[in-house]
């Protein structure tokens, strides 16, 4: 395992972020469309998890969220973070929701 300076760290902006609506995007298995409320501001991410979770299971629900991540396209639409997930070695990933009462917008570290 290569080891970072915690300095290293904080270069991400890990963020509570409130998914609004979610929806499988269109020609893709494993595609989903969020639209996160990060309390100042909505931003549309893609996750790569319907093969594991329903657009159902996320909506209405917070978890944490890169979000000075450069913009990528997946399927003409832009994602403008990442959704944190845990992942064990056989490729099952979990859900790591965030408390309720943690306001959407919250800096995480």
Not at 5 to 30: H, I, M, N, Q, Y
Not at 36 to 62: H, M, N
Not at 64 to 79: A, D, R, T
Request: hydrophobic share 40%.
């Amino acid at each position: 395992m290569e080891l970072y300076d915690v300095s290293e760290f904080w270069k991400f902006d890990l963020r509570v972020g409130l998914v609004r609506k979610a929806g499988k995007l269109r020609r893709t298995k494993k595609l989903i469309k969020l639209d996160v409320d990060f309390g100042t501001e909505r931003r549309t991410i893609i996750t790569g998890i319907a093969d594991q979770y329903s657009p159902e299971e996320l909506e209405g629900r917070k978890f944490i969220f890169v979000l000075n991540l450069k913009p990528k396209e997946f399927s003409g639409v832009k994602s403008e973070g990442m959704l944190i997930v845990a992942e064990i070695e056989d490729g099952r990933v979990y859900l790591l929701p965030v408390p309720e009462e943690v306001p959407a917008g919250t800096k995480v570290w």
